[in-house]
């Protein structure tokens, strides 16, 4: 199964990006052979619509579900049309992150973790 | 003649500036384009009247016709269109109502529904014939109302339009089409910083302007002896004064208490007609 990660960089050592819409890239990973694809997320610097962006730009890779550290009400809604589960809280690598979600120890979210523009603070 | 009254910096005196002038015009059209923060009818206390929605387009999709290609999502600057496999998003928020999905909808989906973003308000008082605008909370646009409240301008008499702060598009719509600005700055860095950046805007849309110093005697020079070395005209300073201020904290505007500013209010405009005549 394909999962899509926000990242502060290319590799599997790289962060998790806390920021879902506003994230430096996408990696897209195989959960069996850990194989993965980067996306650069072109719209990290949008005035506005950056998560319904990257939800979109997500939902086209064919991953099913998304591991971030927080996800606003846009990016939650578009995600959730395109019948994607949202799993927030991550931190610390890809690699550890991945292995967490497969352990079942990041919770699966329902609702936005964080208010609009959230991204834009930092 | 239209006039409006801008600054870059917010505070420094717009709607001080703009109704003084027009109480002491008698009259006069007054035009508050501040729809996130109308304050000119706090001076003024006109009577509300006349009520009217402003509303904008936003597309809705059929989703018979609707085959989810994506098109009008990539089309969209403002990313207020998701497309999913099988289902489209609309954030009306970030919608600017500019048509373009419908154009490259190569199903013809997209149909329009209207949606409130504020409302305007008109009241008459002393001799003002006076306009607010006032957009909804939670709404980001505040362009769609400022466009609803130019549209009362009448031409045929003389008019002033108290426009936001800053300089984005607000700002640039209330005061695009007037025959003359005034920047109204107080005297300090902060002023004359926000002040260079409100001129390069006048400029740009070839508006005649001119600048009001408020709060005269704080600060330093800076602002007067920038405008020296551009050529601006300082059309009138306002003493930093605690009459004055006390006047502005309890609603009154000064020109009904200290009659010698009438005068000079009158004077400034004939000024400005004069300067925009020839």
Request: glycine fraction near 10%.
């Amino acid at each position: 199964m394909k999962i899509g990660v926000s990242s502060t960089g290319e590799n599997l050592d790289a962060n998790v990006d806390q920021r879902f819409g506003r994230c430096k890239y996408f990696l897209i990973v195989d959960t069996e052979s850990m194989e993965f694809e980067v996306l650069s997320n072109e719209n990290a610097m949008a005035s506005g619509g950056a998560g319904i962006q990257a939800a979109q730009t997500i939902a086209k890779t064919g991953a099913e579900v998304v591991v971030t550290g927080n996800v606003g009400p846009n990016a939650f809604q578009t995600l959730s049309a395109a019948g994607m589960k949202i799993f927030t809280g991550a931190s610390g690598t890809i690699k550890e992150s991945i292995e967490k979600y497969k352990k079942g120890e990041l919770k699966e979210t329902e609702a936005p973790s964080v208010g609009s523009h959230s991204g834009m603070r930092r | 003649m239209i006039i409006s009254i801008a600054s870059g910096k917010g505070g420094t005196g717009k709607t001080t500036i703009a109704t003084n002038l027009a109480l002491s015009l008698g009259k006069v059209q007054v035009i508050d384009c501040d729809v996130e923060e109308p304050n000119a009818n706090i001076f003024f206390n006109a009577e509300i009247k006349e009520r009217e929605d402003v509303t904008v387009e936003i597309p809705e999709i059929d989703k018979e016709k609707c085959d989810y290609c994506g098109k009008c999502s990539e089309f969209c600057a403002y990313n207020a269109l998701a497309v999913v496999p099988s289902d489209v998003l609309v954030f009306p928020e970030l919608c600017h109502s500019c048509g373009g999905c419908e154009i490259v909808c190569p199903q013809n989906a997209i149909n329009w529904k209207r949606k409130p973003v504020g409302k305007i308000e008109h009241g008459i008082t002393n001799g003002v014939d006076f306009y607010h605008g006032l957009l909804n909370v939670g709404e980001i646009q505040a362009v769609p109302v400022i466009k609803a409240l130019k549209k009362k301008i009448d031409k045929e008499g003389n008019v002033i339009i108290d426009a936001p702060p800053g300089t984005s598009c607000p700002v640039i719509e209330s005061i695009n089409g007037s025959d003359y600005c005034i920047l109204v700055t107080e005297p300090t860095p902060f002023g004359l910083h926000n002040l260079k950046l409100a001129i390069a805007v006048v400029r740009h849309l070839y508006i005649p302007f001119g600048v009001i110093i408020n709060r005269d005697g704080v600060g330093d020079k800076k602002v007067e002896m920038y405008c020296q070395t551009e050529k601006i005209p300082i059309l009138m300073k306002i003493p930093h004064s605690e009459e004055i201020a006390n006047l502005y904290s309890i609603g009154i505007p000064f020109v009904k208490k200290l009659p010698e500013w009438h005068e000079k209010f009158t004077e400034l405009f004939r000024r400005i007609q004069e300067g925009v005549r020839t």
